[in-house]
């Protein structure tokens, strides 16, 4: 079994606590059905939110997911001069059989625009 990193992101349409829950959840949700993963599979898993996402930590969708014994980190975005706005990022580090040019990273909606070399 190695360790794979899989990437991501989703855009927000707006700065909610129950808003950010529903988009991060389908995102993590992508990321584990698109790679054949369970819970069991991760190890780490870090966030990124732009700065101008001030209502909850994206770590606590995961939670509410049933994420609960996986380390989880939060961290701010670099604030760029004309960067997507409202976007969360992640980076999860799982257990994983597929080779590295096999794993799927998952871009949800405009966040695609941000990586179209590997957005799924």
């Not at 995102?27 to 990124?48: H, Q």
Request: hydrophobic letters at 50%; one cysteine or more; proline letters at 4%.
């Amino acid at each position: 079994m190695a360790v794979r990193a899989v990437r991501g992101a989703v855009q927000l349409d707006v700065d909610e606590a129950g808003h950010m829950d529903e988009r991060v959840g389908a995102l993590l949700t992508a990321v584990l059905e698109r790679n054949g993963l369970t819970r069991d599979d991760l190890i780490s898993i870090w966030f990124t939110a732009t700065p101008d996402l001030h209502s909850d930590f994206p770590a606590a969708a995961a939670r509410k997911l049933g994420i609960v014994d996986v380390p989880l980190i939060c961290a701010q975005e670099l604030d760029i001069a004309g960067a997507m706005p409202r976007v969360v990022r992640v980076l999860a580090h799982v257990e994983s059989d597929l080779p590295r040019s096999e794993v799927a990273h998952v871009y949800l909606g405009a966040a695609a625009a941000l990586r179209k070399d590997i957005a799924q």
